[in-house]
Protein backbone atom coordinates (compact mmCIF):
# COMPACT_ATOMS: atom_id res chain seq x y z
CA UNK A 1 0.00 0.00 0.00
CA UNK A 2 1.39 3.60 -0.90
CA UNK A 3 2.20 6.07 1.65
CA UNK A 4 -0.05 8.81 -0.22
CA UNK A 5 -3.21 7.65 -2.48
CA UNK A 6 -4.94 10.36 -5.07
CA UNK A 7 -8.48 10.13 -6.32
CA UNK A 8 -9.47 10.40 -9.12
CA UNK A 9 -6.08 8.46 -11.76
CA UNK A 10 -7.89 10.16 -14.87
CA UNK A 11 -10.60 12.49 -14.38
CA UNK A 12 -12.29 14.49 -17.70
CA UNK A 13 -14.12 17.62 -17.11
CA UNK A 14 -16.25 20.40 -19.20
CA UNK A 15 -14.59 23.40 -19.58
CA UNK A 16 -16.38 25.70 -16.25
CA UNK A 17 -16.88 22.65 -13.99
CA UNK A 18 -15.75 22.74 -10.65
CA UNK A 19 -12.97 20.03 -10.23
CA UNK A 20 -12.01 18.02 -6.77
CA UNK A 21 -8.51 15.86 -6.41
CA UNK A 22 -8.30 14.40 -3.34
CA UNK A 23 -4.92 13.05 -1.42
CA UNK A 24 -5.10 10.56 1.77
CA UNK A 25 -1.69 9.57 3.66
CA UNK A 26 -1.10 7.37 5.98
CA UNK A 27 2.15 8.76 7.41
CA UNK A 28 2.35 11.59 10.28
CA UNK A 29 3.52 14.50 7.75
CA UNK A 30 4.79 18.28 8.55
CA UNK A 31 3.54 19.09 5.13
CA UNK A 32 1.99 18.35 2.24
CA UNK A 33 2.66 19.62 -1.24
CA UNK A 34 0.25 20.26 -4.50
CA UNK A 35 2.18 19.96 -7.62
CA UNK A 36 1.41 20.87 -11.28
CA UNK A 37 3.24 18.37 -13.73
CA UNK A 38 2.12 19.70 -17.52
CA UNK A 39 2.44 17.50 -20.53
CA UNK A 40 6.44 17.59 -21.68
CA UNK A 41 6.94 17.07 -17.66
CA UNK A 42 7.41 20.68 -16.08
CA UNK A 43 6.19 21.06 -12.61
CA UNK A 44 5.35 23.64 -10.76
CA UNK A 45 4.79 24.05 -6.65
CA UNK A 46 1.03 25.18 -6.19
CA UNK A 47 0.68 25.13 -2.62
CA UNK A 48 2.60 23.58 0.50
CA UNK A 49 0.10 23.25 3.59
CA UNK A 50 0.38 21.96 7.26
CA UNK A 51 -3.30 22.82 8.42
CA UNK A 52 -5.80 24.48 7.59
CA UNK A 53 -6.97 26.08 3.57
CA UNK A 54 -4.74 27.94 1.01
CA UNK A 55 -6.06 30.01 -2.21
CA UNK A 56 -4.41 31.23 -5.20
CA UNK A 57 -6.76 32.73 -7.97
CA UNK A 58 -9.22 29.66 -9.10
CA UNK A 59 -7.12 26.93 -6.77
CA UNK A 60 -7.98 25.85 -3.33
CA UNK A 61 -6.50 23.46 -1.46
CA UNK A 62 -7.37 21.96 2.08
CA UNK A 63 -6.00 19.93 4.43
CA UNK A 64 -7.28 17.96 7.52
CA UNK A 65 -4.40 16.52 9.87
CA UNK A 66 -6.60 14.68 11.74
CA UNK A 67 -8.30 12.41 9.05
CA UNK A 68 -5.26 12.64 7.11
CA UNK A 69 -6.94 14.05 3.84
CA UNK A 70 -6.13 16.85 1.49
CA UNK A 71 -8.27 18.39 -1.33
CA UNK A 72 -7.57 20.71 -4.17
CA UNK A 73 -10.15 22.33 -5.64
CA UNK A 74 -10.09 24.38 -9.49
CA UNK A 75 -13.40 26.26 -9.46
CA UNK A 76 -14.18 27.67 -13.22
CA UNK A 77 -11.79 24.88 -14.96
CA UNK A 78 -10.29 26.07 -18.41
CA UNK A 79 -7.90 23.67 -20.66
CA UNK A 80 -5.40 24.90 -19.52
CA UNK A 81 -5.59 23.44 -16.20
CA UNK A 82 -5.25 20.52 -18.10
CA UNK A 83 -2.28 18.54 -16.48
CA UNK A 84 -1.37 16.21 -14.10
CA UNK A 85 -1.50 16.94 -10.39
CA UNK A 86 0.48 15.09 -7.62
CA UNK A 87 0.09 15.19 -4.30
CA UNK A 88 3.01 15.06 -1.91
CA UNK A 89 3.94 14.53 1.89
CA UNK A 90 6.48 15.41 3.53
CA UNK A 91 7.04 12.91 6.36
CA UNK A 92 7.81 13.86 9.69
CA UNK A 93 11.12 12.34 9.55
CA UNK A 94 11.42 14.23 6.31
CA UNK A 95 11.15 11.76 3.67
CA UNK A 96 9.20 12.99 1.25
CA UNK A 97 6.54 10.46 -0.49
CA UNK A 98 4.51 11.06 -3.62
CA UNK A 99 1.04 10.43 -5.21
CA UNK A 100 1.09 8.80 -8.72
CA UNK A 101 -0.56 11.72 -9.89
CA UNK A 102 -4.23 13.04 -11.08
CA UNK A 103 -4.26 12.99 -14.87
CA UNK A 104 -7.02 16.03 -15.56
CA UNK A 105 -8.02 16.95 -18.79
CA UNK A 106 -10.82 19.88 -19.30
CA UNK A 107 -12.50 19.93 -22.76
CA UNK A 108 -13.30 22.91 -24.06
CA UNK B 1 7.79 32.04 -2.66
CA UNK B 2 11.30 30.55 -3.17
CA UNK B 3 11.90 29.30 -6.42
CA UNK B 4 14.40 26.78 -7.80
CA UNK B 5 15.25 26.69 -11.13
CA UNK B 6 17.26 23.73 -13.47
CA UNK B 7 19.46 23.82 -16.61
CA UNK B 8 19.26 22.50 -19.42
CA UNK B 9 15.32 21.82 -19.01
CA UNK B 10 15.61 19.66 -22.31
CA UNK B 11 18.56 17.96 -23.55
CA UNK B 12 19.56 15.32 -26.11
CA UNK B 13 22.28 13.05 -26.00
CA UNK B 14 24.33 10.39 -27.80
CA UNK B 15 24.66 7.06 -26.05
CA UNK B 16 28.14 7.12 -23.53
CA UNK B 17 28.28 10.53 -23.56
CA UNK B 18 27.69 12.59 -19.91
CA UNK B 19 25.16 15.20 -19.25
CA UNK B 20 25.14 18.07 -16.62
CA UNK B 21 22.12 19.06 -15.03
CA UNK B 22 22.10 22.30 -12.74
CA UNK B 23 19.87 23.06 -9.56
CA UNK B 24 19.93 26.29 -8.23
CA UNK B 25 17.85 28.11 -5.15
CA UNK B 26 17.59 31.32 -6.74
CA UNK B 27 16.52 33.30 -3.43
CA UNK B 28 17.49 30.74 -0.63
CA UNK B 29 20.35 29.02 0.62
CA UNK B 30 19.93 25.36 0.56
CA UNK B 31 21.90 23.06 3.03
CA UNK B 32 20.19 20.19 1.42
CA UNK B 33 19.29 19.55 -1.76
CA UNK B 34 17.22 16.08 -3.44
CA UNK B 35 17.33 14.37 -7.06
CA UNK B 36 14.31 12.56 -8.29
CA UNK B 37 13.81 10.53 -11.59
CA UNK B 38 9.96 10.45 -12.98
CA UNK B 39 9.32 7.57 -15.38
CA UNK B 40 6.76 7.59 -17.62
CA UNK B 41 3.25 7.51 -15.57
CA UNK B 42 4.74 7.01 -12.41
CA UNK B 43 5.64 8.97 -9.20
CA UNK B 44 8.80 10.60 -8.45
CA UNK B 45 11.68 8.66 -6.79
CA UNK B 46 14.18 9.85 -4.52
CA UNK B 47 17.79 8.65 -6.66
CA UNK B 48 19.88 10.69 -3.51
CA UNK B 49 20.40 13.65 -0.86
CA UNK B 50 23.34 15.83 -1.13
CA UNK B 51 24.20 18.02 1.66
CA UNK B 52 26.23 21.12 1.19
CA UNK B 53 30.15 20.30 0.97
CA UNK B 54 29.79 16.63 1.88
CA UNK B 55 29.10 13.63 -0.26
CA UNK B 56 25.63 12.29 -1.43
CA UNK B 57 23.83 10.18 0.04
CA UNK B 58 22.00 7.55 -2.28
CA UNK B 59 19.64 5.37 -2.32
CA UNK B 60 19.29 1.87 -2.75
CA UNK B 61 19.33 0.74 -6.26
CA UNK B 62 21.58 4.03 -7.60
CA UNK B 63 24.66 3.69 -9.04
CA UNK B 64 26.69 6.51 -7.55
CA UNK B 65 29.52 6.66 -10.02
CA UNK B 66 26.51 7.06 -12.60
CA UNK B 67 25.31 9.81 -11.26
CA UNK B 68 27.71 12.05 -9.63
CA UNK B 69 26.35 15.22 -7.36
CA UNK B 70 28.29 17.52 -6.65
CA UNK B 71 26.81 20.26 -3.88
CA UNK B 72 29.48 22.56 -3.95
CA UNK B 73 27.89 25.98 -2.96
CA UNK B 74 24.32 26.51 -0.83
CA UNK B 75 22.92 27.46 -4.31
CA UNK B 76 24.05 24.44 -6.64
CA UNK B 77 23.98 21.35 -6.99
CA UNK B 78 24.65 19.16 -10.07
CA UNK B 79 23.93 15.95 -11.44
CA UNK B 80 26.31 14.28 -14.15
CA UNK B 81 24.80 11.37 -15.79
CA UNK B 82 27.89 9.20 -16.86
CA UNK B 83 28.45 7.38 -20.09
CA UNK B 84 24.67 7.78 -20.58
CA UNK B 85 22.35 5.31 -21.92
CA UNK B 86 18.86 4.90 -23.84
CA UNK B 87 17.46 3.34 -19.71
CA UNK B 88 18.97 6.22 -18.39
CA UNK B 89 16.32 8.44 -20.38
CA UNK B 90 14.15 9.81 -17.96
CA UNK B 91 12.64 13.10 -16.52
CA UNK B 92 15.15 14.42 -13.65
CA UNK B 93 13.88 16.93 -11.18
CA UNK B 94 15.33 18.32 -7.99
CA UNK B 95 14.42 20.20 -4.66
CA UNK B 96 15.99 22.28 -2.55
CA UNK B 97 15.44 22.78 1.42
CA UNK B 98 15.31 26.13 2.99
CA UNK B 99 16.38 26.13 6.63
CA UNK B 100 15.77 30.13 6.84
CA UNK B 101 12.94 31.82 6.20
CA UNK B 102 10.77 29.30 4.62
CA UNK B 103 11.58 26.07 6.25
CA UNK B 104 10.34 24.21 3.17
CA UNK B 105 11.01 21.88 0.36
CA UNK B 106 10.93 23.09 -2.79
CA UNK B 107 10.97 21.64 -6.63
CA UNK B 108 12.64 22.31 -9.62
CA UNK B 109 10.90 22.28 -12.68
CA UNK B 110 12.77 19.56 -14.27
CA UNK B 111 14.86 18.38 -16.99
CA UNK B 112 13.81 15.84 -19.36
CA UNK B 113 16.61 13.88 -20.70
CA UNK B 114 16.91 11.77 -23.82
CA UNK B 115 19.66 9.55 -24.64
CA UNK B 116 19.64 8.32 -28.45
Known amino acids: KNEVEQSPQNLTAQEGEFITINCSYS?????LHWLQQHPGGGIVSLFM???GKKKHGRLIATINIQEKHSSLHITASHPRDSAVYIC??????????FGTGTSLTVIP | GAVVSQHPSRVICKSGTSVKIECRSL??????MFWYRQFPKQSLMLMAT?????????EQGVEKDKFLINHASLTLSTLTVTSAHPEDSSFYIC????????????FGPGTRLTVL
Open chain 2, 27 to 32: DFQATT
Open chain 1, 88 to 97: AVRHTGNQFY
Open chain 1, 49 to 51: LSS
Open chain 2, 50 to 58: SNEGSKATY
Open chain 1, 27 to 31: VGISA
Open chain 2, 95 to 106: SARDRGVYNEQF
